[in-house]
């Protein structure tokens, strides 16, 4: 069973930057696509970000281009999300999510296409 636990949420202020981990376990991750999503309240979660295990190709949100860049360490089985300029308007619950093979590369932004998630790590940007 594929266990996902996200780290690293806190509150910032405008401006600041945070790094957001996932730690994985249960599987081998080599054919793997990673995704770190977000859910503000009263919202939909939105795709923020994907990157392939093996390859490393990632994709980004328009919102968050040049200011959040995903990563994974092969070795620590570890995905992180390095966010930087943080806006209020990125105050959301981050949730890591995994998926077995690579879907459609423009279906990467849907929630369906990703088979397990982690709890989700709060962070808040104050202005």
């Known amino acids: 069973q594929v266990q996902l636990v996200e780290s690293g949420g806190g509150l910032v202020q405008a401006g600041d930057s945070l790094r957001l981990s996932c730690a994985a376990s249960?599987?081998?991750?080599?054919?793997?696509?990673m995704g770190w999503f977000r859910q503000a309240p009263g919202k939909e979660r939105e795709f923020v970000a994907a990157?392939?295990?093996?390859?490393?190709?990632?994709y980004y949100a328009d919102s968050v281009k040049g200011r959040f860049t995903i990563s994974r360490d092969n070795a620590k089985n570890t995905v992180y999300l390095q966010m930087n300029s943080l806006k209020p308007e990125d105050t959301a619950v981050y949730y890591c999510?995994?998926?077995?093979?690579?879907?459609?590369?423009?279906?990467?932004?849907?929630?369906?296409?990703?088979?397990?998630w982690g709890q989700g790590t709060q962070v808040t940007v104050s202005s």
């Open positions: 249960g599987r081998t991750f080599g054919s793997y696509v």
């Open positions: 999510a995994a998926r077995a093979g690579l879907p459609p590369l423009v279906t990467l932004t849907t929630t369906r296409v990703y088979d397990y």
């Open positions: 990157v392939t295990w093996s390859s490393g190709y990632t």
